[in-house]
């Protein structure tokens, strides 16, 4: 779940798709790119998702992964609609909501996100907590998130980029009362702590820190740590922002940027922060949440 994105592993510039349009804010995006081998196994991934599916069309797990594999080929319209029938067969189900609403989220459609998460909240309340496995296993093949940790982690990210941010607190304290291992942990804290300092709610944001270390057992969300080290004062900026700007690959990570660009803009630098939320946007992983979250601050400076 908490890839920092897809395409931050797989958009390597071989084959591309049908161009794709973002059907809730009105602007064009490029499509992804992905190798050769990425490619081959994601379709071939689809294609096995796709003959259980076909094979029993109304199983709640055939629709859940017949619609994420579509989903991680950038065919979003295409897995919404999937989702969209798990729903009306299966209207209790919360995954059903949780999953469209991530692709609600991708394509910009803010309101219907929102809508989604919070009848998928509805739904769980009352319910033991579920491992969610993972659709691109990370290296030690060990699932880091649950259904619960998912559903308030979209949501407060959806708050958040709707500027509804009291609502966006709300979510993700919510969602580290189930962010039970360091990997959520510190998703889930990296986003609150923005929110809390974009509140000017300081003394609550550096709380938050209290349980970042500097060593910690991550398995894969080792850049939201990279972050909170940096608003801890145990990590340099200026070293990863080195970093950052010396990447070969010309798609940088945009967690990496949009944090940098959002830290330096915080402490004055507006320069700075600028042109590192800049060059978040030239990457183009428009599907990725830093790449939302700087579109934001871009457009709330004036700079887009």
């Not at 196994?41 to 003959?51: E, G, V, W, Y």
């Not at 594999?69 to 609609?81: C, G, H, N, V």
């Not at 349980?211 to 850049?223: G, V, Y």
């Not at 944090?259 to 004055?268: Q, T």
């Amino acid at each position: 779940m908490l890839k920092l994105f897809l395409f931050c592993t797989l958009m390597i510039i071989v084959h591309q798709l049908p161009a794709q349009y973002t059907i809730c804010n009105g602007k064009s995006y490029a499509a992804p790119s992905f190798s050769a081998s990425a490619l081959q196994q994601l379709n071939d991934q689809l294609q096995q998702a796709k003959i259980k599916y076909d094979k029993d069309s109304s199983k709640g797990d055939h629709i859940i992964w017949y619609g994420r594999r579509l989903a991680y080929l950038a065919r979003y319209d295409e897995a919404i609609a999937v989702f969209s029938k798990g729903i009306a067969l299966h209207p209790t189900d919360a995954r059903m909501y949780r999953h469209r609403g991530h692709r609600y989220l991708t394509t910009r459609c803010y309101n219907k996100a929102i809508a989604d998460f919070e009848k998928a909240a509805e739904l769980i309340k009352g319910r033991e907590d579920e491992i969610e496995p993972d659709g691109i296993p990370n290296e030690k093949n060990i699932p880091t998130s649950t259904l619960q940790s998912n559903i308030w982690y979209h949501l407060g990210l959806a708050y958040y980029l709707q500027n509804s941010l009291e609502k966006a607190e709300a979510a993700y304290r919510q969602c580290l009362l189930v962010s039970n291992n360091p990997d959520m942990y510190v998703a889930t804290a990296n986003w609150l702590y923005i929110t809390l300092w974009k509140l000017n709610k300081v003394k609550e944001a550096e709380a938050v820190l209290k349980k970042i270390k500097k060593k910690m057992n991550l398995i894969e969300n080792t850049d939201y740590h990279t972050i909170l080290l940096i608003y801890k004062g145990l990590q340099r900026p200026a070293e990863i922002r080195t970093k950052f700007l010396d990447e070969t690959h010309p798609m940088s990570n945009p967690a990496i940027g949009f944090a940098l660009g959002n830290y330096y803009i915080s402490i004055g630098h507006a320069a700075e922060g600028v042109d590192l939320l800049g060059r978040v946007i030239a990457g183009g992983q428009w599907g990725s949440f830093g790449y939302m979250a700087a579109e934001l601050l871009l457009e709330e400076l004036g700079q887009r």
